[in-house]
């Protein structure tokens, strides 16, 4: 927190750590914040209804079903501590984590299991 403040000024470790002591400043995990999804609200909710209702009718008219979902996977290189005040948490967006990715998109189905599996180098968004 210090060096952040006041990156000009030379300080020795003991004299720091003892201004840390005294103002209850802890070497803390950095909670990471996913953005929540309001499906009750906006466009969210009609994407949701609306897939909701293409369902019903793909199991109305006895098509297969195939669930598919996306998994990705990133190298760690996010710190995972940082300094701070008693009672303060770091917190820090996804959405400011630029790292490289892998996505890996898998479909299954009720009757088959397993029925497609494929590698991505980025994540995939839908359109």
């Known amino acids: 927190m210090f060096h952040r403040s006041y990156p000009e000024i030379k300080i020795s470790p003991s004299t720091l750590r003892k201004v840390y002591i005294a103002h209850r400043i ?8 996913k953005p929540v999804m309001d499906l ?3 466009r ?3 994407l949701a209804l609306s897939m909701l209702q293409a369902l019903d009718e793909a199991r109305s008219s006895k098509l297969k079903i195939i ?11 996010f710190q995972g501590r940082a300094w701070a ?6 917190q820090v967006p996804e959405k400011s984590l630029s790292m490289p990715t892998w996505a890996i998109v898998t479909g299954v189905s009720e009757s088959k299991g ?5 590698c991505h180098p ?6």
């Open 85 to 90: 005040h008693s009672g303060l948490n770091v």
């Open 40 to 42: 009750l609200h906006g």
């Open 122 to 127: 980025r994540s995939i968004k839908a359109v």
């Open 44 to 46: 969210s909710r009609s």
């Open 67 to 77: 669930f598919v979902d996306e998994a990705v996977f990133t190298f760690n290189t």
């Open 26 to 33: 802890r070497y803390k995990q950095i909670k990471r914040v």
């Open 114 to 118: 397993l029925e497609l599996s494929i």
